[in-house]
């Protein structure tokens, strides 16, 4: 079992940044593949980036592209989302997962443990 908690969440205005941070408890954190996901409210739960067990790889959507950056460390047994240049459309809760991988995945349907999330807002 593992248990992730998020954190760093609240209300920015756009432009801002915000830095989540997930920690993870229970099991062996280096050998997990760590997703961000996030959903807005009336939608379906969407893919936002994923690093691998090592952080050596990271893949994110199209929308985080080039304002998002996800990093992690293992010593800490925490991984990060920085999010730059924070948009409405950005608002939502953002969660963080853990897949029994060692590659990046963004499938959602692979990820075993979820946090509660974070809600982050962005005014306009």
């Known amino acids: 079992q593992v248990q992730l908690v998020e954190s760093g969440g609240g209300l920015v205005q756009a432009g801002g940044s915000l830095r989540l941070s997930c920690a993870a408890s229970g099991r062996s954190f280096a050998r997990f593949t760590m997703g961000w996901f996030r959903q807005a409210p009336g939608k379906e739960r969407e893919f936002v980036g994923t690093?691998?067990?090592?952080?050596?790889?990271?893949s994110y959507a199209d929308s985080a592209k080039g304002r998002f950056t996800i990093s992690r460390d293992n010593a800490k047994d925490t991984v990060y989302l920085q999010m730059n240049s924070l948009v409405p459309e950005d608002t939502a809760v953002y969660y963080c997962a853990a897949a029994n991988s060692l590659v990046v995945i963004t499938s959602r349907d692979r990820y075993l443990w979820w946090g509660q999330g974070t809600q982050v807002t962005v005014s306009s």
């Open positions: 690093i691998n067990s090592s952080g050596s790889r990271t």
